[in-house]
Nanobody
Framework: VQLQASGGGMVQAGGSLRLSCATS????????TGWFRQAPGKEREFVAA????????FYADSVKGRFTISRDNAKTTVYLQMNSLIPDDTAVYFC???????????????????WGQGTQVTVSS
């Protein structure tokens, strides 16, 4: 599965961005899809996930209520709508996909098989 992330940029605190993660060659129908982020000097951390089937969503506490993960009807693109951005959201954001993930491993990046290249999000105060 090839993933292409896009949509990052620079925004002031309180602003919004929408990240996209497109797949080529197959759809996300049987895959769980997720977003992770990595700030300089920090480990990659879980942000949000959409469980395979597209009905269940999961969020890190730090983004709950501000970020929304969703998928298009064609199941070829996953989005991360980010609202009320704060400087602590500054990081490189990565999308990921996996078809065999178990629920207890959802938040661990080591258990995800496929990754996009990352897109930079910078939030200024």
């Amino acid at each position: 599965v090839q993933l292409q992330a896009s949509g990052g940029g620079m925004v002031q605190a309180g602003g919004s961005l929408r990240l996209s993660c497109a797949t080529s060659g197959r759809t996300f129908g049987s895959y769980s899809t997720g977003w992770f982020r990595q700030a300089p000097g920090k480990e990659r951390e879980f942000v949000a996930a959409l469980w395979r089937g597209g009905q269940r969503t999961f969020y890190a506490d730090s983004v709950k209520g501000r970020f929304t993960i969703s998928r298009d009807n064609a199941k070829t693109t996953v989005y991360l709508q980010m609202n009320s951005l704060i400087p602590d959201d500054t990081a490189v954001y990565f999308c990921a996909a996996d078809s065999t993930l178990i629920l207890s491993s959802l938040r661990d990046p080591q258990h995800w098989d496929y990754w996009g290249q990352g897109t930079q999000v910078t939030v200024s105060s």
